[in-house]
């Protein structure tokens, strides 16, 4: 059994990880926290302690750490005896992270794709850019490494491999509907790091569409849905992660992501953008100082784990999938809803924190237990989907089912 946990990063997603491992440290045994500030790591073992969240006595320790050295994480990985990493710092330490398990043979676990802060939206598929060509290194050195384990990448894809083996003969199209229908009452936020969150709308649309990419312009398609609990929204086609390994994956022509916008969020997105105030290029000003536009909105904007005592509402996430069983023309909406108040009760996050958040640990005690424990590469959709949705049932994301037989809890 694999034991001992490093949590890298500090932010929204890493405070419910850690809140999350600690109830479940019967299972995963020391659990530690590194992020370049340490206090921020300080004081997420405060708010696990606080809360009371340890499921046994055990050690929940804080450290401070640059996790772009590789040499450093190795260090610390080896000193605490880390069998599993669960990465989610900011995208940009993501393969230094990973050479660093790779190096230890501790298995690791992220919820984003890598990305170089001087680049924006890469040539799909995107994984094959960076992860996969460490796939012979993972798989010659014995090391598990599961890509995109957060909720969207992540469950999403695991939903798509439920119905792919459960409910349908033949897939026509996936579209991954993200709704976040919660309000966190500021004149303008990012619900997670707000420069990794603009890059994502700064580039092209990449989709799946008649089983080649498709480029399209943000804001350019959009869908209305009537969905489970959050009632009728609109969304926008939107290049995601999962599209990159769903794509190679599966055998489906159509693979889409949409995710949802209020018109205000609209607004200031297309005002800030057109102004050049998103950009990751540097510009200097009259005074000669070098500033990175998108780096400066980020420094004025609301710190997004700040957003979650008041933020209220519920999220949407699921997978419409469409094809045929049995010879019928078949629809399934695979799909959790998370409330941002209950996330912020439980672990004193909001809910897009949350929903990123229970995955990984989901995924890590799978590891520890030995099933998902595959030794090499691979992203969530190869690996076996019930005992992953069967455990966030219990841990926190509760799946449900929308089909012709009804809305009813997905469970196995
Ligand atoms: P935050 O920006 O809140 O946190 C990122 C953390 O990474 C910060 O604590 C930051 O440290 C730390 N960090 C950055 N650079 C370094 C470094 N060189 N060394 C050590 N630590 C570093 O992000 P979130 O918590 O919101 O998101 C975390 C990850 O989860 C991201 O990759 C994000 O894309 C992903 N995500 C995935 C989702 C999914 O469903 N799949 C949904 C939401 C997010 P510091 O505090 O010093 O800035």
């Given at each position: 059994?694999?034991?001992?946990?490093?949590?890298?990063?500090?932010?929204?997603?890493?405070?419910?990880?850690?809140?999350?491992?600690?109830?479940?440290?019967?299972?995963?045994?020391?659990?530690?926290?590194?992020?370049?500030?340490?206090?921020?790591?300080?004081?997420?073992?405060?708010?696990?302690q606080e809360k009371n969240n340890l499921n046994v006595p055990g050690v929940l320790e804080a450290h401070e750490l640059d996790a772009l050295d590789i040499d450093a994480t190795k260090a610390l990985i080896e000193r605490i005896r880390a069998q599993i990493v669960i990465n989610v710092g900011s995208p940009f330490v993501n393969m230094p992270v990973l050479e660093a398990c790779i190096a230890t043979g501790a298995a690791y676990l992220d919820t984003a794709i890598h990305e170089d802060p001087s680049k924006i939206c890469e040539t799909p598929p995107w994984y094959a850019n960076y992860e996969w060509k460490r796939r012979d290194r993972c798989a010659e050195k014995g090391v598990t490494a599961i890509l995109g384990v957060g909720f969207d990448p992540g469950v999403?894809?695991?939903?798509?491999?439920?119905?792919?083996?459960?409910?349908?003969?033949?897939?026509?199209?996936?579209?991954?509907?993200?709704?976040?229908?919660?309000?966190?009452?500021?004149?303008?936020?990012?619900?997670?790091?707000?420069?990794?969150?603009?890059?994502?709308?700064?580039?092209?649309?990449?989709?799946?569409?008649?089983?080649?990419?498709?480029?399209?312009?943000?804001?350019?398609?959009?869908?209305?849905?009537?969905?489970?609990?959050?009632?009728?929204?609109?969304?926008?086609?939107?290049?995601?992660?999962?599209?990159?390994?769903?794509?190679?994956?599966?055998?489906?022509?159509?693979?889409?992501?949409?995710?949802?916008?209020?018109?205000?969020?609209?607004?200031?997105?297309?005002?800030?953008?057109?102004?050049?105030?998103?950009?990751?290029?540097?510009?200097?000003?009259?005074?000669?100082?070098?500033?990175?536009?998108?780096?400066?909105?980020?420094?004025?904007?609301?710190?997004?784990?700040?957003?979650?005592?008041?933020?209220?509402?519920?999220?949407?996430?699921?997978?419409?999938?469409?094809?045929?069983?049995?010879?019928?023309?078949?629809?399934?909406?695979?799909?959790?809803?998370?409330?941002?108040?209950?996330?912020?009760?439980?672990?004193?996050?909001?809910?897009?924190?949350?929903?990123?958040?229970?995955?990984?640990?989901?995924?890590?005690?799978?590891?520890?237990?030995?099933?998902?424990?595959?030794?090499?590469?691979?992203?969530?959709?190869?690996?076996?989907?019930?005992?992953?949705?069967?455990?966030?049932?219990?841990?926190?994301?509760?799946?449900?089912?929308?089909?012709?037989?009804?809305?009813?809890?997905?469970?196995?």
């Amino acid at each position: 059994m694999k034991k001992n946990v490093l949590i890298v990063g500090a932010g929204g997603v890493a405070q419910v990880v850690a809140h999350k491992c600690a109830q479940n440290n019967n299972v995963l045994g020391d659990i530690h926290i590194a992020s370049r500030t340490l206090e921020k790591c300080r004081a997420i073992v405060a708010s696990v302690q606080e809360k009371n969240n340890l499921n046994v006595p055990g050690v929940l320790e804080a450290h401070e750490l640059d996790a772009l050295d590789i040499d450093a994480t190795k260090a610390l990985i080896e000193r605490i005896r880390a069998q599993i990493v669960i990465n989610v710092g900011s995208p940009f330490v993501n393969m230094p992270v990973l050479e660093a398990c790779i190096a230890t043979g501790a298995a690791y676990l992220d919820t984003a794709i890598h990305e170089d802060p001087s680049k924006i939206c890469e040539t799909p598929p995107w994984y094959a850019n960076y992860e996969w060509k460490r796939r012979d290194r993972c798989a010659e050195k014995g090391v598990t490494a599961i890509l995109g384990v957060g909720f969207d990448p992540g469950v999403v894809n695991s939903y798509a491999a439920l119905a792919r083996d459960e409910y349908f003969d033949r897939i026509d199209s996936i579209d991954i509907i993200d709704v976040n229908a919660g309000s966190h009452g500021r004149y303008f936020a990012t619900n997670f790091d707000p420069e990794i969150n603009f890059r994502e709308f700064t580039g092209q649309v990449w989709s799946w569409q008649n089983s080649q990419w498709t480029s399209n312009r943000m804001f350019e398609v959009k869908r209305t849905d009537d969905l489970p609990v959050v009632g009728e929204q609109t969304t926008y086609l939107t290049g995601h992660d999962e599209l990159h390994s769903l794509s190679q994956n599966f055998d489906v022509p159509d693979i889409r992501f949409w995710m949802g916008f209020g018109e205000h969020y609209i607004n200031v997105f297309t005002v800030l953008k057109n102004l050049g105030l998103l950009s990751e290029q540097p510009v200097k000003t009259a005074e000669g100082l070098e500033v990175v536009p998108l780096k400066v909105v980020k420094a004025v904007l609301p710190d997004p784990s700040s957003l979650a005592p008041s933020y209220s509402g519920k999220t949407c996430i699921g997978d419409l999938v469409k094809g045929e069983k049995d010879g019928k023309p078949r629809e399934v909406f695979i799909y959790n809803v998370s409330d941002h108040a209950d996330a912020f009760e439980e672990v004193g996050s909001q809910a897009i924190s949350y929903t990123a958040g229970v995955p990984p640990v989901a995924a890590a005690i799978l590891i520890a237990q030995g099933a998902w424990d595959v030794k090499k590469m691979v992203n969530v959709e190869e690996l076996p989907a019930q005992p992953f949705v069967a455990l966030m049932n219990r841990i926190g994301l509760p799946s449900r089912i929308r089909d012709e037989k009804g809305d009813r809890a997905l469970e196995f």
